[in-house]
């Protein structure tokens, strides 16, 4: 909407203008080098994913600080406290926790008006938070009857310490760093120099990118077209909650409850 209400602006400036590129250097180096000293058995194994999953989180929610014109200060902090959630997760039973101060932090900044161009500002109306729960419940319950009908997967109750653990890393991690990148950022910045439909399908592309490059997804072919048939579908209708709520909430809640849905999948 901003891009219809604001014509003249709409192709202003560098779709990766503001990218924090050194921090995000910074990052890749972390991860690089943990995985060679892992190699040479410097480091034990579960660095690497701690390292990997800073570097993955942390670059897709400092760029979207950084794009919303926030201190470089402010996208490192952001960054580091996934780190150290990544960390503080595998310390005990509430370890897992540390995986909100990331949501917080976002919180922080939007009270103080700090995150309006990512669709984070003000109250939420009912009707975007409804459309919200609706969209990721319907998505999310049509992901457990087709893959537990088709894929030979089935559909368990995890332990409750894994149930929490998931749910807090999605919060703090997964979905928030992809939401405010994919669709409060990279979908608002393309919607303001193109049109509606190729901005939501450069996000949702993208967005689709970045979980076929995830070493945890396996890597059978008919579980990769599943992934990205409702990756894609996911994408595309986040994008459209944005455009039309105004808020990056309802977004944010459907990507949480498919996430979790997802996570409820086992092997048969």
Not at 153 to 164: C, D, K, N, Q, S
Not at 172 to 195: D, H, I, K, P
Request: net charge positive; glycine share 10%.
């Amino acid at each position: 909407m901003w891009a219809l209400e604001h014509p003249s602006a709409a192709r202003t400036g560098r779709l990766f203008a503001d990218t924090p590129a050194a921090l995000l250097a910074v990052l890749a180096v972390g991860a690089v080098a943990s995985l060679a000293l892992a190699r040479l058995a410097v480091l034990p194994p579960p660095t690497v994913a701690i390292a990997v999953l800073t570097a993955g989180h942390g670059a897709l929610l400092a760029t979207a600080l950084a794009w919303a014109r926030q201190p470089s200060r402010t996208a490192a902090l952001a960054a580091g406290l996934i780190g150290l959630a990544a960390v503080a997760s595998g310390l005990g039973a509430f370890g897992p926790l540390a995986y909100l101060a990331p949501p917080l932090w976002i919180c922080v900044l939007a009270r103080r008006g700090r995150l309006a161009a990512l669709g984070l500002r003000g109250p939420v109306g009912l009707k975007g938070v409804a459309a919200g729960l609706l969209i990721g419940t319907f998505l999310g319950g049509h992901l457990l009857v087709s893959a537990s009908g088709t894929l030979g997967l089935h559909v368990r109750v995890p332990a409750m310490r894994e149930a929490l653990a998931a749910l807090a890393y999605d919060v703090g991690a997964n979905v928030l760093a992809a939401e405010c990148f994919f669709r409060g950022a990279l979908f608002t910045r393309a919607q303001r120099r193109w049109s509606f439909a190729a901005a939501v399908t450069l996000a949702t592309a993208a967005y689709v990118l970045r979980y076929l490059v995830d070493p945890l997804l396996p890597m059978r072919a008919e579980l990769v077209v599943g992934a990205v048939f409702y990756l894609a579908l996911l994408g595309a209708i986040n994008c459209w909650l944005l455009w039309w709520s105004e808020s990056l909430v309802p977004g944010l809640l459907s990507a949480l409850i498919f996430f979790t849905a997802y996570r409820a999948l086992g092997p048969a």
